[in-house]
């Protein structure tokens, strides 16, 4: 029987306290991983999902950091290997939020903070933990895009512009450390279903575009990102992985 073993590996999830990412962070355990818990501002909650993580009877650590600034990210890194060890596995997944609007109404500052956090985390989590997972040989980067990379729908400028740039790094990234074992893939999800988040709101013509006519659930999405940190997906690289129902399908 074929399974997701992920023990004796350690995974940092930024942006752990959301709402994908307290469920990434709990599959990812669930596995068998050792989890640092990456927040930004919310410790109180950052602080309870790694209790629930070492209620599993998994190593946890929190690590409070800023994913746009090289000296936080270089000091969570520190943190990380201190009480963890090398990370073998990092999952890139918080991204700042704002107010969407028309590309001739959106504030000019949103797009900086779009391109800060997609794209600079990116830069900076590889200059953090990739080193590491080169010298070993072994190694997973995966990282959180949208299926609006592709739709590119009104009012979604500022978010597609830092996803569609992020994946241009990551494409990038898996070419220079594919020889030496290291993944870098992205998962790409649609309008998901999570625990505070219900779908009693989705319109009709949404789900009139969606190959399977319902929304994901964020489970469904974590499950994809366990497949990506596992060695079932040892031969998967540069790849953007749609986990939306079909409501997106990157043609060749």
Known sequence: MISIDLSGKTVVVTGATGELGRVMSRTLAKAGADVAVHCHANRAKADALAKELRDMGRRALVVQADVADHDSVFAMRDAVVKELGQPHVIVNNAVSQYAWTTVLEQNEADYESQFRTCVMQSVLMAKAFVPAMVERKWGRVIAINTECSMQCWPNQSAYVSGKRGMDGVLRVLAR????????????????????????????????????????????????????????????????YVPVCGGNVMPAI
Do not use: K
């Open 176 to 239: 220079e450390v594919g020889p030496s074992g290291v993944t870098v893939n992205q998962v790409a999800p649609g309008w998901t279903i999570s625990e505070n988040r219900g779908g009693d709101d989705t319109p009709q013509w949404y789900l009139d575009r969606v190959a399977l006519g319902r929304r994901g659930f964020d489970q469904e999405i974590a499950n994809a990102v366990a497949f990506l940190a596992s060695d079932l997906s040892s031969f998967i690289t540069g790849a």
